[in-house]
């Protein structure tokens, strides 16, 4: 009887076990993915993907369905260590046209002891060179954090941790993403070219293959030709109150890196509209 009981509980723990991560498949059901992507599940059954760069490929994944407006969330842990050269992304896309749309979070990889950069751009139309820049106050490799991007008719919102680090608003004159349907993607990659110290740093392959693992995939999100998912309400309309605009401002005062609208070398002929209507 003992061994039939623990026979019991072994096989009931093993069915829970499996619910809970067939449950938090978000991986398997919502993404398609390329090059090498591993998976497993964290103690609370929480699924992990793990995105592989080597000399041979990058990876990873990109949604099946696309969307227009939404929320979007996901748990990342960077890579440790000199991970200069390296890119990762979470970011939404139309395509790769020369009149796409594009809102990007891309973490620019450091040598050991530098910060990494957190890299946030704006594509309407193919138009893009929008791009602040900060550097992450904490160690993305050590432990997860918690990047946002909210997108809605009137701004889009970029979150880390809860915090709010910048708004990008709508002027109805100017171009905004707000009628190309996007895909969302997670990527790493060889940035060598552009990504740390504008290029002078390239990879060290030494290191590789470098890792960095996603969890807590979330998106509340109106789907291209179908129903808005749940929880609708709360970022339609979503817009900064006087204490997020203070967050906006603390993080561009204490850790902003480079911000487009300060760049009149790279504008001759003038900056962008919207940096005079902030």
């Known amino acids: 009887m003992a061994r039939r009981s623990q026979a019991l509980l072994a096989s009931s723990l093993a069915l829970v076990m499996a619910a809970v991560a067939s449950a938090d498949s978000w991986l398997n059901e919502k993404f398609n993915t390329d090059g090498t992507v591993r998976t497993n599940y964290d103690a609370s059954g929480q699924q992990v993907a793990m995105l592989n760069l080597d000399r041979s490929s990058g990876a990873g994944f990109n949604s099946k369905e696309q969307y227009l407006y939404g929320e979007f969330s996901i748990q990342m842990k960077l890579i440790p260590g000199n991970s200069a050269g390296t890119v990762s992304c979470f970011y939404l896309s139309s395509g790769d046209g020369d009149w796409h749309d594009e809102i990007d979070m891309e973490f620019m990889g450091n040598s050991s002891g530098q910060p990494v950069v957190l890299n946030t751009n704006v594509w309407a139309n193919g138009d893009g060179k929008k791009e602040h820049q900060f550097d992450l106050w904490f160690d993305p490799a050590a432990d997860y954090h918690t990047y ?131």
């Not at 970022?235 to 203070?246: A, T």
């Open 148 to 278: 946002t991007i909210i997108w809605n008719p009137t701004n889009i919102i970029f979150k880390v941790d809860g915090n709010v680090i910048r708004c990008f608003k709508r002027y109805a004159d100017l171009p905004y993403p707000s009628a190309k349907p996007m895909t969302l993607h997670a990527t790493l990659w060889d940035g060598s070219y552009w990504a740390t110290e504008k290029g002078k740093v390239p990879i060290d392959w030494s290191s590789a293959p470098f890792v960095v693992s996603y969890r807590s995939y979330s998106a509340n999100a109106c789907v291209s030709g179908g129903a808005c998912h749940a929880g609708r309400d709360g970022w339609m309309s979503r817009q900064l109150d006087s204490d997020e605009w203070g967050t906006v401002r603390w993080a561009e005062r204490n850790y902003m890196r480079y911000n487009y609208c300060q760049d009149g070398w790279r504008f001759p002929q003038g900056l962008p509209a919207e940096c005079s209507r902030h």
